[in-house]
C-alpha cells in the first residue's frame, strides 16, 4: 500500500511527529505519506453518546488498514456483561502492555472507563488498526476471564477508529479522553481517575500505564 521505507523499529510517522522516546525516534521524511484508500474508506462524521470526538471520522463501512498515520480508538464493552471494575481495567492494562511490548506500535493516550475504552496509537508500519485491536481483545479476554472465572467474549464486535489529522484533533481526543471519567461523573478532576494517560503528563499519584509521549507542533493547523 505504501512505498518501502527504511526506519527504525518497524515504524512510520508524519514528518510533524517525533516520538521523544530515543530509541523510537524517526527521521523526518522529505515527504507526507499519503495513503492510497484516503478519501475512500467510507467513514463519516458522527459522535456517539458519551463515547466521540467532534470533528473525527469513525470508519464504519471497511476497517482502515493503514499505518503510520495517529488514530483514535474506542472498544465497547458488551452490553451482556458487567461493567468492570478496578480489578478488571488492570488486567486490560497488562493486556495492552504485553501487546504493545510484542507489537512495537505507540500508545500515545488512553482512557479506560467501566463499559469502554479510547486510546490514541501508531500502528507499527508493518501492523494494522485490525490486527492490533485483535490481539489486545483476545489477551484482554483472557486475562478478565481468569480473573472472574468466566468464558466467552467481552468486546463488542465492533470498534471504532478515527484517523486523527491535526495537532489541534489530537489535544482535542487527549482532553475528551482526560476529561471522560469527569463528565460521567466517576471523579470530581482527571487526576483523580487512575485508569488514564493524565498523569503520565504531570502531577502526581500512581500511573497505572505508561505512555510514549510525542512532540506535536505547536500550530494547531499542523498536519500530523
Avoid at 460521567?184 to 498523569?199: C, H, I, M, N
Wanted: aromatic share 8%.
Amino acid at each position: 500500500m505504501h512505498g518501502v521505507v527504511e526506519e527504525p523499529q518497524g515504524w512510520r510517522a508524519s514528518p510533524a511527529l517525533r516520538c521523544l522516546r530515543p530509541d523510537r525516534i524517526p527521521p523526518d521524511k522529505t515527504r507526507r505519506e499519503v495513503c492510497a484508500t484516503h478519501g475512500s474508506c467510507g467513514t463519516v462524521l458522527r459522535r456517539q453518546p458519551g463515547c466521540g470526538v467532534t470533528g473525527l471520522t469513525m470508519s464504519r463501512l471497511r476497517r482502515l488498514l493503514i499505518s503510520g498515520k495517529v488514530f483514535f480508538l474506542t472498544c465497547n464493552l458488551l452490553r451482556t456483561r458487567s461493567s468492570f471494575v478496578d480489578a478488571d481495567l488492570a488486567c486490560l492494562a497488562e493486556a495492552i502492555k504485553g501487546v504493545h511490548a510484542r507489537r512495537g506500535f505507540l500508545f500515545t493516550g488512553y482512557v479506560f472507563m467501566p463499559d469502554h475504552w479510547h486510546a490514541l496509537i501508531i500502528p507499527a508500519e508493518d501492523d494494522t488498526v485490525p490486527r492490533l485491536m485483535d490481539a489486545v481483545k483476545v489477551a484482554s479476554v483472557r486475562r478478565v476471564n481468569a480473573r472472574r472465572g468466566t468464558r466467552g467474549a467481552l468486546w463488542q464486535p465492533r470498534y471504532f477508529d478515527a484517523i486523527v489529522r491535526t495537532a489541534k484533533q489530537y489535544r482535542a481526543a487527549l482532553q475528551y479522553m482526560h476529561f471522560n471519567p469527569v463528565e460521567r461523573g466517576l471523579v470530581a478532576k482527571p487526576e483523580d481517575w487512575r485508569w488514564s494517560s493524565f498523569r503520565c503528563f504531570g502531577g502526581s499519584g500512581e500511573i497505572a500505564l505508561e505512555v510514549d509521549r510525542l512532540e506535536l507542533p505547536f500550530d494547531d493547523n499542523a498536519r500530523l
